[in-house]
């Protein structure tokens, strides 16, 4: 199989899989509503965001050098197995000490994170299930960078099944409420645990040793990469931070819901970029003009893709959250259109920073970007919460955006110009939010809080229209994909890689 070909079978693979489990919380919601209490899962969503960020601080995201250095090593399959064996051993260790300072600094935990949370059992279940989480995420991202998307998307499957199948058990039937849905990812990581170390002997792809040279070049590699890695991250946490003290729990979970649907644009986007980086850099090894205009091609592609996903998620937003949740969940779908303002700048955000992290010089002054985003987003949040709650929020989260893509841009240049163009990307991205705006009059309007056929009505004619619209505006481009046969291996599944 060509390399390409690899990567667009990758794609659907991952957005298959990461859809599965990511959006677990989303496919659930009606559930969730029916069960928890607002403040319940707001508690669920404070620990979620809270597990989020730490992980990566524990793993001291190794998750990155797990996939960049497969590269370097996979020719070499000793020091492959030593490279694998000192960062999961390095990332379990780190867990177990965040677990102590966890207990010792649990007062100080609560205050900051937690407020009106008891250590147990909530708290408690956040930090053993770091360790776990931890473990979980590094095989995902070896499997990653070995690009064996059809087992990930297997795994991934089981996972979410087994996952869904303890929460309602624990959540409906035990009447857990917050510490069942917690439990039931606790329990659900460390049998994956038990489950990675077999994979990874079976497959002799690990030997048990901390080599303190490979663990020195991937914390070089991986250290500066931290605050690109947590940025957004931090910044959510923040976010609900500053929504539970100026607010309440309820306002966390109804922010959250809207969240959720915004995350579907990124779950797709992260999904697609995880088998496009691997090809991505193939392409920049080869170091010739054609390659990079592939990539770029390529990238104006998946755009287009992105743009109708912006429309569906920001058009039927209302609909689906009518439906799904009950009325007290219910205006949360007026924040998810400002969300998706935001997550469509991140979409450029993926295709430049795939440069920056090539060129490993490059990869360290990443931080720079990440840290001026999240710093931004807080104190924006910080700002604007108290004032306009959750609305606040979603607009603090846009602007940061920008300011991330713009930093993010100006390092890539300094690089290579590869041959990405903003313009060009906007011009694909803006008609797409346009027409939302103009297809949510309505809901804004006169439909609020009602389901209403005739808005449904006219969204469905906005949206065949934009359709129209983008293939019209971009049919060069749709057709030298058609010719070359780019789209009609997008669609082909096969058996095997």
């Known amino acids: ?26 496919l659930l919601l009606p559930f969730y509503t029916l069960f928890l209490t607002p403040d319940e899962y707001g508690v669920t969503n404070l620990v979620t965001g809270f597990i989020n ?22 020719e070499n399959p000793n020091k ?13 260790i780190s867990g177990l000490i965040s677990l102590i300072l966890g207990f010792i600094f649990r007062n100080i935990v609560i205050k900051i994170f937690f407020e009106g949370i008891a250590y147990y059992p909530i708290v408690f279940i956040a930090f053993l299930s770091l360790i776990f989480i931890s473990l979980h995420t590094m095989h995902q991202s070896i499997l990653q960078g070995m690009q064996q998307g059809k087992k990930l998307t297997k795994l991934n499957i089981i996972v979410f099944i087994v996952t869904a199948v303890l929460k309602i058990v624990f959540i409906g039937i035990f009447k857990l409420g917050a510490v069942g849905f917690l439990s039931a990812q606790l329990v659900v990581n ?32 991986s250290i500066p990469l931290m605050p690109h890695n947590l940025s957004t991250r931090i910044a959510s946490l923040a976010s609900r931070i500053f929504i539970n003290t100026s607010g309440s729990l309820a306002e966390v979970g109804l922010y959250s819901i809207a969240m959720q649907f915004g995350h579907m644009i990124d779950i797709i986007q992260i999904a697609v970029n995880k088998a496009f980086q691997p090809w991505f850099y193939e392409m920049m090894n080869k170091n010739d003009a054609q390659s990079k205009k592939e990539a770029v091609n390529l990238s104006n592609i998946l755009l287009v893709f992105y743009s109708l996903i912006y429309m569906g998620i920001g058009l039927f937003s209302q609909e689906v959250v009518i439906l799904m949740t009950n009325d007290n969940y219910m205006l949360s779908w007026k924040i998810i259109p400002i969300l998706v303002v935001g997550f469509s700048i991140k979409s450029m955000y993926y295709f430049y920073v795939n440069i920056v992290l090539f060129y490993k010089q490059a990869a360290r002054k990443l931080f720079i970007a990440t840290i001026a985003g999240s710093i931004a987003d807080i104190i924006l949040a910080y700002i604007l919460v108290p004032y306009f709650g959750m609305y606040g929020s979603a607009i603090a989260f846009v602007l940061a955006k920008l300011i991330i893509i713009i930093i ?10 590869v041959g990405y163009r903003i313009i060009k990307m ?23 809080t009602v389901f209403s056929p005739i808005n449904l009505a006219y969204k469905m004619v906005i949206l065949i229209v934009y359709v129209l619209f983008i293939y019209v505006s971009n049919k060069q481009i749709i057709n030298k994909a058609i010719e070359s046969g780019h789209i009609k291996n997008m669609l082909k599944r096969k058996k095997n890689k």
């Open 1 to 26: 199989m060509s390399s390409k070909k690899k990567v667009i079978e990758n794609s659907f693979f991952y957005i298959f899989s990461s859809l599965l489990v990511k959006a677990m919380g989303f």
């Open 426 to 448: 906007l011009s694909i991205i803006i008609p797409s939010l346009l027409f939302m705006i103009v297809g949510l009059y309505f809901s804004y309007t006169k439909y609020e």
């Open 190 to 221: 460390i049998g994956y645990l038990l489950y990675m170390i077999v994979d990874l002997k079976k497959n002799d792809l690990i030997e048990w040793t901390i080599d303190i040279s490979i663990l020195k070049e991937t914390l070089r590699y």
């Open 408 to 417: 993010v841009v100006y390092l890539s240049k300094l690089y290579d110009d």
């Open 80 to 92: 492959l197995k030593r490279l694998y064996g000192t960062i999961i051993s390095f990332t379990g």
């Open 53 to 74: 960020v730490a992980s990566f601080i524990v793993a001291f995201s190794l998750y990155s050098a797990a996939m960049r250095f497969y590269t370097d090593f996979k």
